[in-house]
């Protein structure tokens, strides 16, 4: 965990208003907090640093992993600590549009993306000398595009299990920031099973994968699960054609989180069973 970036900024304000603009990390904006109260699912600790213009907002988490929050919903790590964070942002200023980017697409494909977007940016602001001077006074490394583009990649990799991010008065998870899809839960469980394991129903993954202590993976899976329905009720029709409802998932549900500990997302499960009978 390193902060010494973010001691600098705060000590030096002309570097703070270098990171707040072209690169968009803006301490000022961190007392104004969130559009909404957000909190962990996991219960780990999440503190403003900074925010950007778009309405999205920078949090320290408790092992000093750097948290984006887009002001519509959707949230991922951004770098394993600010210092690495501030790097990705100041080398690849136009990183939010990277976000579908991967190593595996290639130098070529990454550098032409990122020249692309520098090149748009330029034609309103400089960007050039201004990361020249930012990173120098911050001690930053001059990484090319690609090896920053593989760090942020990683970063984004991270965010589930133990940094999803809820809206705090509703308790519904925000989506990932990146598009990249995750490994299925039965990937993380030692567990055989004849046949093929993604004909499984997701009860049998969340009960081992708590079982064996992966009680972050469990927690996601219920979670998306619960906000699945909550946006599709049609996912609780019975076979048929009719229109009546299984509501059992829901109480499946309740039961889950109460056996994780997570009396507020078994109220959730339980409330919405009610308000379906």
């Known amino acids: 965990m390193t902060d010494h970036c973010l001691r600098l900024l705060r000590q030096h304000r ?26 962990l699912a996991s219960g780990g600790s999440l503190a403003a640093v900074a925010g950007c213009d778009t309405g999205g907002t ?9 948290l984006y929050a887009d002001s519509e919903g959707s949230a991922g790590i951004t770098g394993s600590s600010v210092d690495e964070a ?18 595996a697409d290639g130098e070529a494909a990454i550098l032409a993306r990122v020249a692309g977007i520098e090149d748009e940016i330029r034609e309103y602001h400089g960007i050039d000398a201004e990361r020249a001077e930012l990173r120098a006074a911050l001690g930053l490394p001059d990484r090319s595009p690609v090896e920053l583009l593989g760090m942020l990649h990683a970063a984004l990799l991270r965010t589930e299990p133990d940094f999803l991010l809820l809206n705090a008065d509703e308790g519904c998870a925000y989506d990932l920031l990146d598009p990249h899809p995750r490994p299925p839960l039965w990937e993380s469980v030692r567990h055989e099973v004849p046949g093929d394991p993604a004909d499984e129903p997701l009860s049998t993954w969340t009960r081992l994968a708590a079982e064996q202590g992966m009680t972050e993976l469990a927690r996601v899976a219920l979670l998306r699960r619960l906000d699945e329905i909550y946006m599709d009720q049609g996912m609780l029709l019975r076979p048929g054609g009719g229109k009546d409802l299984d509501l059992s998932p829901l109480l499946w549900l309740a039961a889950e ?21």
Do not use: N
């Open 58 to 66: 920078y949090f320290v988490c408790g092992d000093g992993s750097l």
């Open 14 to 39: 002309r570097l703070a208003e270098l990171a707040a603009f072209p690169f968009g990390f803006d301490l000022d904006r961190a007392a104004d907090g969130h559009v909404e109260p957000v909190r």
């Open 257 to 277: 989180f109460e056996r994780l500990g997570d009396l507020p997302q078994a109220e959730r499960a339980r409330a919405l069973h009610t308000s379906l009978r």
């Open 86 to 103: 501030l790097e990705i942002m100041i080398g690849l200023p136009g990183w939010r549009d990277c976000l579908d980017l991967t190593p």
